[in-house]
């Protein structure tokens, strides 16, 4: 249930971008670059019994407030709705999460969505292994400037033998070349199903330091929607002072 803290604030017609907890929370650690160099503002929060519950002070330069496990972020022009998630679906949640995500795209009237998501770069096929650590799929996609720049990008298929932009087939969907993806499975599916159009970039990573894998999935993600110039730097949030297991922890965790 969306539970909004900005009366105002409107979906109807933004590109959502959310992130799928997956291994090496690259998608989530992406999702922190865009809402603090954005400086986007928090306007509401998805209360979800599926995920689990945490507290903590706010990670960004900019606003103050408690984080919970999911919020939505949006900029000052509305163009963009983003979406952060800090704890990961409970286990057996993960259908009715997806359930969950799919009923507020619905009832918010997004334009599109673009899923950010994570696969176990072990676990590629051969074909996989060569090219681009981040791969593109389009499901019910019919903007044909993006699927221009998707080609335009060299952002490679998921699955070999398919072309950038070009939906498949619900029976068709490559998922088996997802592994510890979170949700994404069940959500694509969901979207198909729904019709909703959605691209999800796919970034393929070892666990470990993932802030470079991060930067990556940002970039490619800027490089997509032109969301700032190309000439503007990331600005890491303040949560990532403690990323790497650090000396001494803020004391505000305990």
């Not at 704890?87 to 359930?99: C, G």
Request: with cysteine.
């Amino acid at each position: 249930m969306f539970i909004p803290s900005d009366t105002a604030a409107s979906t109807e017609g933004s590109t959502l971008i959310l992130p799928s907890v997956s291994i090496g929370n690259v998608p989530q650690l992406a999702v922190d670059l865009l809402i603090n160099t954005l400086r986007a503002t928090r306007i509401g929060i998805i209360h979800t019994p599926s995920l689990m519950p945490i507290s903590a002070p706010s990670g960004f330069d900019h606003l103050d407030h408690c984080s919970v496990p999911l919020e939505v972020y949006q900029t000052a022009d509305r163009k963009w709705t983003i979406i952060q998630q800090r704890s990961p679906p409970l286990a057996r949640h993960h259908r009715q999460f997806a359930q969950e995500i799919m009923q507020f795209i619905q009832a918010s009237e997004f334009d599109k969505v673009v899923l950010l998501t994570s696969s176990d770069a072990a676990l590629r096929v051969d074909e996989m292994i060569d090219g681009p650590q981040i791969r593109a799929l389009t499901v019910n996609w019919e903007d044909q400037a993006l699927a221009s720049r998707l080609l335009s990008l060299a952002l490679s298929p998921l699955c070999a033998g398919r072309t950038a932009g070009i939906s498949p087939g619900l029976d068709q969907l490559p998922l088996k070349h997802l592994h510890a993806s979170g949700v994404a499975k069940p959500l694509l599916k969901l979207c198909q199903e729904s019709k909703v159009p959605v691209v999800a970039l796919v970034a393929l990573v070892f666990e470990g330091d993932n802030v470079p894998d991060a930067i990556n999935m940002a970039n490619a993600t800027n490089a997509l929607l032109e969301l700032v110039p190309f000439t503007e730097q990331w600005v890491p949030p303040r949560s990532w002072q403690w990323l790497m297991a650090p000396t001494s922890a803020p004391t505000e965790l305990f």
